[in-house]
């Protein structure tokens, strides 16, 4: 199912950057590359304070139930969440495009036992997941939108992995990066991760300056966004953290 140039890893420089930086600067930062539609609806932290995380893209991909395909037996199929789930390595984040469905749970406390066992990130799905008492003793942080009884077979026929997917509405390939924290998943998508390890943690030190100033009084507009003299004084501020080497 795999294909073998797909990137897998990421470095764990850039892993220490983006997390650091909350998914909300993300897509400001995204959208000034244009790009408006990288947030995954649907997908909410199960429990509230998970970590953020940062890791690169495993998909898999429901399509609408058929009777003939969508049976308990199908669990031990060679094209299976079962087999899928052998199939991630550690410290991705799956990415489940389960169409949104909100009566069919597609992986319970077990598959989720598993993917905490070979050290699967997280997952990350616009649809929802059962047993969910369980899933939480998992300790597999979670992103869904809700949870349901019914097994996948209910409602859903697992049909692929590692192949592009929609999921909560944003186009997922294999190897694009997500970072997910309480405001949700967001993608990065591969070819745009240097640049995104460039200008990010740069807006988040914009910003921290920016709340400072407004903790000093300062009104908002000409702040945020900065005008050209604030633009110089957030500069110069920055200077004089920083000094060069040879002043320090």
């Known amino acids: 199912m795999t294909d073998a140039t797909i990137a897998t890893t990421l470095d764990p420089r850039a892993i220490e950057i983006l997390s650091q930086v909350t998914t909300a600067t993300l897509t400001t930062m995204l959208l000034k590359k244009g790009l408006r539609n990288v947030w995954i609806r649907g997908a909410r932290p199960l429990r509230p304070g998970q ?85 939480l003793g ?38 694009d990066v997500i970072v997910v924290d309480d405001d949700g998943a967001v993608l990065i998508p591969a070819a745009l991760l240097d640049e995104m390890l460039l200008v990010a943690p740069e807006q988040e030190r914009l910003e921290a300056w920016i709340m400072s100033q407004v903790d000093l009084g300062v009104p908002l507009p000409g702040l945020y966004p900065p005008n050209a003299d604030n633009k110089a004084r957030y500069l110069a501020a920055c200077r004089a953290a920083d000094p060069p080497a040879d002043q320090a």
Do not use: H, N, Y
Not at 164 to 172: E, N
């Open 51 to 135: 970590p953020r995380l940062v890791a690169r893209a495993f998909t898999l991909r429901f399509v609408p139930a058929r009777e003939d395909l969508a049976t308990p037996e199908s669990w031990s199929s060679p094209i299976s969440t079962r087999a899928a789930i052998e199939a991630m390595p550690p410290g991705c984040i799956a990415v489940v495009d389960a169409m949104g469905v909100q009566d069919a749970g597609i992986f319970g406390d077990i598959l989720c036992a598993r993917m905490a066992k070979r050290g699967v990130a997280a997952l990350i799905t616009d649809g929802v997941v059962r047993d969910v008492a369980g899933v």
């Open 138 to 175: 998992t300790g597999l942080p979670v992103w869904c939108s809700g949870v349901a009884a019914p097994p996948s077979v209910a409602g859903l026929t697992f049909v692929d992995w590692q192949r592009p997917i929609g999921c909560g509405g944003v186009a997922v390939f294999p190897g």
